[in-house]
């Protein structure tokens, strides 16, 4: 492999592994407890310092880290679906890889992390094949349509205005602080089944918003364009700056200034329209040539999201619940951020130690086992497929 496409894979590893960050960081506020208070309940029990963070969190993380690992993951597709395609049971394999992908996200939602977003990216894969048919600006364009008709919906069929899911749900702090692993399952299924209520508008808004950037990564896959502009860095940068802002200005006036309803509902898109600045601000950076030590740094947690994304989960469990160390609810936000990025530090080193020895992660690797419903070998570094 040449320098430039050594650049190229570890560029875009290096976003993945950046996306999941953000991810790691929301869902431990979940496991910890604090995503489920209510504001009045939160800034009884945080400091001032905390409530900031919790404020400066929502604002700058919060849906823009699934946003900006949503746009990945329909990326990440595309290298998939080529290769699909490519195979003489294309179809039939697809499918089943979708299909083994919502059985790892349902055992994710009873078992480890009722909130799991795996499911949703298998229903939304079995869009791809069809979008795949149409010219990269086809799916482009159906992409920014599915973004900009979210608002629209919202607005249009009475729902309630977005708010976050698991809010209010004080129960379960009591239910995931109990030694009984049964228990925490319980919970969990209540969760899934039943977090949702109340919570109509932010359903929709979050099907169409993952819809799109789904298929905007598909495009941005199939086209190479985001490789392209990284070879332009300075043109990058000023757009993803000029996104960032944007959406910036969109989440505070959401939440100082109007009520996001009416028109002023498009204030709405403040979360892909972010994200999507983050990923260009953030390519841009790691394509600088100085860059290369970072990109080669993050890329192995890159190339094993999955396997990090359901350690998180476990991760959380053993610290939070009370079949583990049963901090759930005694721990503030700033503690909860420095030991998202202590998990997140072993990640990465456990990824980069795994991917010396072997060619692809545990889950990864189960996935595709899965997948090809044949035996196979657990690959050693170097040792073909």
Not at 18 to 41: K, R, W
Not at 136 to 142: P, R, W
Not at 210 to 239: K, P
């Amino acid at each position: 492999m040449n320098n430039d496409a050594y650049c190229r894979d570890t560029l875009i590893d290096s976003l993945r592994a950046i996306a999941l960050a953000g991810v790691i960081v929301m869902n431990l506020m979940t496991f910890s407890g604090l995503a489920y208070l209510t504001p009045e309940m939160r800034a009884e029990m945080l400091g001032v310092a905390d409530q900031l963070l919790w404020a400066l969190l929502r604002i700058f993380v919060d849906d823009k880290a699934l946003s900006a690992f949503s746009f990945m993951f329909g990326f990440s597709f595309s290298l998939i679906l080529r290769k699909a395609l490519s195979a003489q049971d294309a179809a039939t394999r697809f499918l089943r890889r979708l299909l083994v992908l919502f059985l790892i996200g349902l055992f994710n939602a009873l078992f480890l992390f009722w909130a799991d977003i795996l499911m949703s990216y298998a229903l939304l894969g079995l869009i791809l094949p069809l979008a795949a048919r149409l010219p990269n600006s086809g799916i482009a364009g159906l992409a920014i349509a599915l973004l900009l008709v979210g608002p629209v919906v919202v607005a249009s069929g009475g729902y309630g205005i977005p708010a976050p899911v698991p809010m209010g749900h004080v129960e379960s702090l009591e239910a995931y602080a109990s030694p009984q692993f049964a228990d925490m399952i319980r919970q969990n299924w209540h969760m899934l089944v039943n977090a949702s209520e109340g919570a109509d508008g932010t359903l929709v808004l979050r099907f169409f918003q993952l819809a799109g950037l789904f298929l905007l990564g598909l495009a941005a896959g199939r086209s190479g364009v985001l490789m392209a502009l990284s070879s332009d860095r300075e043109r990058l940068l000023r757009l993803g700056l000029a996104a960032m802002l944007a959406g910036l200005v969109m989440a505070l006036a959401a939440r100082y200034l109007v009520e996001p309803a009416g028109v002023w509902v498009m204030l709405n898109l403040e979360s892909p329209v972010m994200a999507l600045g983050y990923l260009m601000l953030i390519a841009g950076a790691l394509a600088s040539p100085q860059a290369g030590w970072l990109r080669r740094f993050l890329a192995p947690l890159g190339r094993m999201t999955l396997t990090g994304y359901l350690m998180t989960a476990i991760c959380g469990q053993m610290l939070f619940y009370g079949w583990g160390l049963g901090l759930i609810g005694q721990v503030g936000t700033l503690a909860v951020l420095g030991i998202a990025a202590a998990i997140y530090l072993v990640l990465i080193l456990f990824a980069r130690i795994w991917l010396r020895l072997f060619s692809i992660g545990p889950w990864e690797w189960l996935w595709r086992y899965l997948t090809n419903l044949h035996p196979m070998a657990y690959a050693a570094r170097g040792i073909a497929r």
